[in-house]
């Protein structure tokens, strides 16, 4: 079975304050922290254990996870698994990057958010250009803000051609179209994040061949759905798996819509759904 797991487990804290971020500077007491580690180290367990089955995986934290050297210890590990095709995680990229050279950078993607105003614009590049020199498969993006565009621009320039660079609309910032122009000439793919897309009833990956699951192995059918569909460790959520139409209104992240099979994001991504890398970055 062909199987993608998006996981995210309890870790809320992160060592950015992003304006637009809930999880900005919260920190997990120390029992908080354990219990995440457990939780991750029970999901690479069952994943390690599924030798039957073809995965794909993207951890997607609400805070910044490869701070810890269980999110590090756990992709690595993952990375050189071989019925993992892909493994890849979210990330603000302030942690280190020596711990990649011990991983299988094959396999290992990252997906990359460069926060002005929480960095140093040359220490965010020279994490990048590190990247570079090591061989590893990622993307870099920013929030579209008005106040993000020259950092935006200024990353563009400095990046090889071949890193994509990528754009989110920012929730509830409407763009008139001179304005969305300006972002598309920076991510050709902009017009994809600029509005919402309409969802309800239409066909999606998710809940057949895509699944969510959280620190307690519960599985849904995405992050975005709150539907239970099984659990991940009894293996209750296998029966679960089918086609199914999407009950939203709307979808508005990309780690959703990607898997709506009515855009042809498949397609466009092909080959870099999870870390968000097109097969065709220009």
């Known amino acids: 079975m062909d199987l993608t797991l998006l996981y995210r487990g309890p870790l809320a804290s992160c060592d950015y304050d992003c304006p637009y971020c809930p999880f900005a500077k919260r920190r997990d007491s120390r029992e908080q922290l354990r219990t995440d580690r457990a939780c991750l180290e029970r999901f690479a367990g069952w994943a390690t254990a599924q030798t039957t ?54 396999t290992l993607a ?110 849904r059918r995405c992050h975005f759905v709150r539907t239970e569909l099984g659990n991940l460790y009894d293996g209750t959520y296998r029966a679960a798996l089918r086609p199914r139409p999407c009950p939203l209104t709307t979808c508005d992240c990309h780690i959703g819509y990607v898997h709506l099979e009515t855009l042809p994001l498949y397609d466009v991504f092909a080959g870099g759904v999870l870390e968000r890398i097109p097969a065709s970055p220009g």
């Open 110 to 219: 990252l997906w990359c958010t460069y926060h002005p105003g929480q960095t140093p614009y040359d220490r965010f590049l020279a994490k990048c250009r590190e990247l570079v020199r090591l061989g590893a498969r990622f993307s870099v993006g920013v929030v579209g803000l008005p106040e993000h565009l020259e950092a935006a621009r200024r990353l563009r320039a400095d990046l090889p051609d071949r890193v994509y660079l990528w754009v989110n609309a920012a929730e509830g910032h409407t763009y008139d179209d001179a304005e969305a122009g300006v972002w598309t000439a920076l991510d050709p793919l902009f017009p994809y994040s600029r509005r919402p897309h309409a969802s309800a009833g239409l066909p999606c990956r998710t809940g057949e061949s895509v699944i969510s699951v959280d620190g307690e192995g519960t599985v």
């Open 53 to 106: 089955d073809r995965l794909s995986l993207l951890f997607t934290p609400w805070g910044e996870g490869l701070v810890r050297s269980w999110y590090r210890d756990a992709l690595t590990h993952l990375s050189h698994q071989p019925h993992v095709r892909r493994v890849a995680v979210q990330t603000n990229l302030s942690c280190r990057t020596d711990w990649l050279a011990d991983a299988d950078l094959g």
